[in-house]
């Protein structure tokens, strides 16, 4: 027991300089890139759900919460931002790259996400305009992003705050998979219960996806690596998840009938996805 916390908080002091750098990096690109982004996202019009799928592949501080707030006043559409849903990384690219894994899966990963958000975006849009949805009057709505963001403090100190939270995340979420491990007699056991059952897997995941913060994909990301999940049944967490957007969504758009519904499309098209990837075998 002993050895098993040993090993994953050894495993996670190793991560914390790729982290720090990874996360300069991307706050930097972020400092200069942020309002060119909100900006190309309303006036992406029909071409919404290309625009917003490609920008979400990108993790940005907050960029799903601009979305949400974006929609909630009716600047974009219902497929801008579940495009902006599904493609959204949050902290899987900055594991990734911190855990060496090969460019080309990451790569592929987020190619799948971003496809699927771009197609489920122009589906949603489609079926709406063919049934004359009524538009609701445009209305800017002021969004604090603060809570979820520390840009404004400099990219060095806020790189820091997310490279020491995502630690945290990571440290416990280890600690726990590893002590799972070690409960059930090894990954392998809960590799093959999974695998034996292709619909479960991405049935859990997409569940795991909903939790409205990066603990999400902190974690399916993680079990991934650990050989526990399939790339088919992590990806469908990654596409449900959406990180603090969700949460941001119940707050600023009153329809909570609404929001219910774009919760459960959000998690059918994940699900779906992680099972057809699963039953055809795509290997990544």
Do not use: W
């Not at 090993?7 to 750098?21: E, Q, V």
């Not at 592929?108 to 699927?116: M, N, R, W």
């Not at 059930?184 to 913060?213: D, M, R, T, Y």
Request: charged share 15%; proline share 3%.
């Amino acid at each position: 027991m002993i050895d098993v916390l040993l090993d994953a908080i050894i495993d996670s002091i190793k991560l914390l300089p790729f982290l720090f750098i990874t996360y300069l990096i991307m706050e930097y690109i972020e400092h200069k890139t942020k309002e060119k982004t909100k900006r190309a996202v309303k006036k992406s019009g029909k071409f919404g759900p290309l625009i917003g799928s490609i920008l979400g592949v990108f993790p940005q501080c907050g960029f799903s919460v601009s979305a949400t707030n974006l929609y909630a006043a009716r600047v974009i559409t219902l497929g801008t931002l579940i495009a902006v849903y599904l493609s959204t990384s949050d902290e899987m690219l900055p594991i990734f790259l911190s855990e060496a894994v090969p460019i080309s899966t990451i790569l592929t990963i987020l190619g799948i996400k971003l496809v699927v958000g771009m197609i489920a975006g122009f589906v949603i849009d489609l079926v709406i305009r063919l049934k004359n949805k009524e538009q609701e009057e445009e209305k800017i709505v002021d969004l604090c992003e603060k809570e979820h963001c520390h840009c404004e403090h400099g990219i060095v100190k806020s790189a820091l705050k997310h490279t020491l939270n995502i630690f945290i995340f990571i440290l416990i979420v280890t600690i726990i998979i590893n002590l799972l491990i070690y409960l059930v007699g090894g990954e392998e056991n809960i590799s093959q219960f999974l695998q034996n059952k292709p619909i479960l897997g991405p049935v859990i995941a997409g569940i795991i996806g909903l939790i409205p913060n990066c603990a999400s994909s902190v974690i399916l990301t993680q079990m991934y690596l650990e050989n526990i999940i399939s790339a088919a049944t992590m990806i469908t967490g990654l596409l449900v998840g959406a990180g603090v957007g969700l949460a941001v969504l119940f707050k600023m758009n009153k329809d909570v009938k609404q929001n219910l519904k774009i919760v459960a499309l959000l998690y059918g098209i994940g699900v779906i996805t992680g099972i057809l990837i699963e039953l055809i075998g795509i290997m990544i």
